[in-house]
Structure formats: structure tokens, C-alpha cells
């Protein structure tokens, strides 16, 4: 049985930094793409970055630049690091895995920008 296993969120100031981890496993052919979406409350989920196996990211244009996504393929772990992150940045963030077997979602964790 496939599972991500995210890390937890948290509450940080407005220009601050968060680092947020996602291990999948359960899937014998691997994953392809993994990445994160966010949701806020009112808003509709939004792809916030992908990476390929190879290495190749996308990011949503409100987090370019800040955000970096990484891939360690070795332990199917992609690291999500957040710097100057604003007000807006406030949602749950929700990792996923696509495997031969279709897409796979983490149990989501709670990131809070806040003063």
C-alpha cells in the first residue's frame, strides 16, 4: 500500500523560513512525478512545485524564486524549501506521488505565515 509521510508545518513569521519533507513508499515500480499543492480556505488547491525523476522542476509563479523543490529518488523523498514567506503563503500543504498505480496524496500539514 502506497503512503507519503509528510513533516510537519508549523507557524512562522513574514520573511521567514520552513522546510517541509514528503517519503513515499509502498509502490514497487517507484514514483514519477511528486510534488506539493496547496489549499486555502475560500480558495481553490493550487499546484505550488512538481519534480520529475530526472530532476526537472515546475514552480506556480506566486512562489518563484522562493520556494525550492528537491528530490532524493533514493528514498522517494522530495524537500520542499520555503524562504521569505508571506501572509499568503497560509494554506495546507498537501504532498503528492504519482505511480503507475495513479496519484497518491499525503495526509496534508498546516502551514501559517503570521505576525
Known amino acids: 500500500q502506497v503512503r507519503l509521510v509528510e513533516s510537519e508545518g508549523g507557524l512562522v513569521q513574514p520573511g521567514g523560513s520552513l522546510s517541509l519533507s514528503c517519503a513515499a513508499s509502498?509502490?514497487?515500480?517507484?514514483?514519477?512525478?511528486m510534488g506539493w499543492y496547496r489549499q486555502s480556505p475560500g480558495s481553490q488547491r493550487e499546484l505550488v512545485a512538481a519534480?520529475?525523476?530526472?530532476?526537472?522542476?515546475n514552480y506556480a509563479d506566486s512562489v518563484k524564486g522562493r520556494f525550492t523543490l528537491s528530490r532524493d529518488n533514493a528514498k522517494n523523498t522530495v524537500y520542499l524549501q520555503m524562504n521569505s514567506l508571506k501572509p499568503e503563503d497560509t494554506a495546507v500543504y498537501s504532498c503528492?506521488?504519482?505511480?503507475?498505480?495513479?496519484?497518491?496524496w499525503g495526509q496534508g500539514t498546516q502551514v501559517t505565515v503570521s505576525s
Open positions: 503528492f506521488a504519482n505511480s503507475l498505480g495513479g496519484r497518491h
Open positions: 509502498g509502490s514497487i515500480f517507484g514514483f514519477n512525478d
Open positions: 519534480i520529475t525523476t530526472g530532476g526537472s522542476t
